[in-house]
């Protein structure tokens, strides 16, 4: 196992299992490391005016689990990291317990924070784990906020940042910052301030 796989954990938890939050902190922290940043998604008790008593999760997890490690990656070589954990719970998260926990270590503090909000954003967006509210009188499957948005830029054509997103027939410019996260990096020819992707 290459140094970078020890240290990035990624476990999708069966139903029933809490996020044990201590865990994942004590698998970041390490003598070098200046900084751990953390985030931890709870149940609410309420949306738009509902009572919310619980959500449910499903997910296909070999798939699950290699996106997430996927993002951990492209985390890595956004940022200098030192440590990678992320935990998802499948089935019933009541009102006021984690569902999802992200910590990062790195020496110092911008670069985990910056990796724990794209992670957390990235796996929200792009990681195939579904959720169901389920309110006192009903319940709905959801789709994430950032999952939307992606699919609404990917139809439009236009990223947030402006530019064009993969892939339509003409990149016109892709920031440095975002390039290395970018669904078209491998695939985008850079000519003369245009690119073009080539499916």
């Not at 709870?42 to 999760?57: C, I, M, S």
């Not at 985008?188 to 073009?196: G, I, L, N, P």
Request: net charge negative; proline share 3%.
């Amino acid at each position: 196992m290459d140094s970078e796989n020890q240290k990035t954990l990624v476990e999708i938890l069966e139903a029933d299992i809490k996020v044990d939050i201590a865990k994942y902190i004590n698998f970041v922290s390490n003598p070098q490391s200046g900084a751990i940043a953390t985030f931890s998604g709870t149940t609410r008790d309420t949306f738009e005016g509902k009572t919310v008593v619980e959500l449910r999760y499903e997910a296909y997890v070999p798939m699950a689990e290699r996106q997430i490690k996927s993002i951990c990656s492209s985390a890595r070589s956004s940022w200098s990291l030192e440590a990678i954990a992320v935990a998802h719970r499948l089935g019933s998260v009541p009102v006021g317990e984690t569902s999802v926990f992200v910590a990062i270590s790195s020496v110092h503090r911008d670069d985990a924070l910056d990796a724990c909000k794209y992670v957390i954003d990235e796996l929200k967006a792009s990681v195939p784990i579904f959720k169901k509210e389920v309110y006192s009188n009903g319940e709905v499957w959801k789709e994430n906020r950032e999952f939307l948005e992606r699919k609404d830029e990917y139809s439009s054509g236009i990223s947030a940042a402006g530019g064009r997103v993969c892939c339509g027939s003409k990149v016109k410019e892709v920031p440095a910052a975002k390039e290395k996260k970018s669904c078209c990096v491998n695939k985008t020819k850079v000519r003369d301030e245009e690119a073009e992707c080539t499916s």
